[in-house]
């Protein structure tokens, strides 16, 4: 009879350990997926192996992968041209993502089309939209060179993926384009979020557009962009198939990001040992920048 009612999660005493049984099965799941790989991945790059095999003996730890990875002119570059993508297509998804999201929130003919239209880069797959761009920035007939060139912007056809400037910017956009509408979104949402009291309230007082966007929309719309802006980040520095497919980090790896080093390393190298530090060392990255990015976040003023 007392285990019975030991196990009578109705009892209000017991309510809580109904919680930690319904949970325990996501919690397993989650370290089977993500924390067992971080820890294995972690201990390898305190290894000096190349390719490991089940059933070999474990090397012994070593911080060679570490000092190696820090000494590395191939890192530092990765890291420079990391760090330049992170900024560019954060601010231009950014940028876009917002100005677009407060066109759509207007109230005009062909709302609902101009929405989906906005919506629709984010439900391409990311393999698909990286072949339409390579047409686009295609060196022979490409769209993007003829419009400079129709523009007299340029004097002939770029070479955009086998030259080291035109390929940044090549990805870039890329990247934008497939990045702006999930900002967009967000922001979209928060609009709609803020009470239109606050519009009429200032309208009465004489406040104009710029006035009403500085004062009242984005302060409202900072814990919105805060939360995007970090996933925005960290989406960047993760991205690996659009830079994959369109330059595989070339040329002369000027778009070699740490994903694609971490790639390289493990299934081209077969230094898995050394790949998995450079994955080590992005993924502290991204928790500080995490952290600093969400310490930062501005309160909502209601």
């Known amino acids: 009879m007392s285990r019975v ?83 560019v297509v954060t601010a231009g998804s950014l940028i876009t993502g917002v100005s677009t999201a407060l066109l759509v929130n207007n109230r005009f003919r062909g709302r609902t089309l101009a929405r989906l239209a906005m919506a629709l880069p984010w439900a391409v797959p990311e393999v698909i939209a990286v072949v339409i761009f390579a047409w686009i920035f295609d060196s022979s007939f490409g769209l993007m060179s003829w419009l400079l060139v129709t523009l007299g912007l340029s004097d002939g056809m770029i070479a955009w993926v086998s030259t080291p400037g035109a390929a940044f910017w090549a990805v870039a956009i890329t990247m934008i384009w497939k990045g702006y509408p999930f900002v967009s979104i967000m922001t979209l949402a928060g609009l709609q979020s803020i009470p239109t009291d606050f519009y009429n309230a200032a309208k009465v007082d004489g406040a104009n557009v710029f006035q009403r966007f500085r004062w009242i929309t984005l302060p409202l719309l900072m814990p919105v962009l805060g939360v995007t802006l970090v996933l925005v980040i960290l989406w960047v520095f993760r991205d690996f198939s659009i830079i994959k497919v369109l330059t595989e980090g070339g040329p002369l790896k000027s778009t070699q990001t740490l994903s694609i080093m971490t790639y390289d390393q493990a299934f081209g190298f077969f230094n898995f040992g050394y790949a998995s530090a450079v994955g080590v060392v992005t993924l502290v990255i991204c928790v500080v920048a995490s952290l600093l990015m969400l310490g930062r976040q501005t309160r909502a003023m209601y």
């Open 5 to 87: 009612r030991l196990f009578d999660l109705a009892r209000p005493s017991r309510q809580h350990l109904l919680g930690y049984i319904l949970l325990a099965p996501a919690v397993l799941l989650v370290g089977l997926i993500i924390v067992y790989p971080l820890i294995i991945s972690i201990d390898l790059s305190l290894q000096a192996v190349k390719l490991p095999r089940m059933g070999a003996p474990r090397a012994p730890f070593t911080t060679a992968n570490y000092q190696k990875l820090f000494a590395s002119s191939e890192f530092w570059m990765a890291c420079w041209v990391t760090l330049k993508l992170v900024v």
